[in-house]
């Protein structure tokens, strides 16, 4: 049985990712973590950190992209959540075992990033990363 570590990101999805990201600086005081385009999903991420966890603010990078389709068909807001846990692959494998639809791909940083199907949590998008 796997175990949920920690929260390690709420990412939201925004058209503008500079007036997301003043907005949440100046309502909350959020300071940047760090800041980062990834060419492999289309995205530009600004993160703002929150205790150990962060908010990433992620906009898309090209018209077309994943993220530029679920921002079409559902307006800004939540994307994901990031959790930590002990073992991906026994998540994996629980999670299977279950009936929850799991996706395992390799994330930006070369770990695996276990995806659910949100058809199974309510609506959520949840990502599974390793310690």
Known sequence: MFRVIDLKAVTVATPDLEAAVATFRKNFGFSITR???SAETK???TCLG???AEIEM???????SPL?????????GLHHLLLEVDDVEAA???LAERGIEVSVKQG???RPVAHLSSAQ?????IALVGR
């Open 35 to 37: 800041s980062f385009d």
């Open 43 to 45: 995205t530009r991420s």
């Open 50 to 52: 929150i205790g150990a």
């Open 58 to 64: 992620m906009t898309p990078t090209m018209d077309g």
């Open 68 to 76: 530029a389709g679920f921002l079409a068909e559902r307006g800004a």
């Open 92 to 94: 994996r494998a629980d």
């Open 108 to 110: 930006p940083d070369g």
């Open 121 to 125: 949590t309510h609506g959520v998008r």
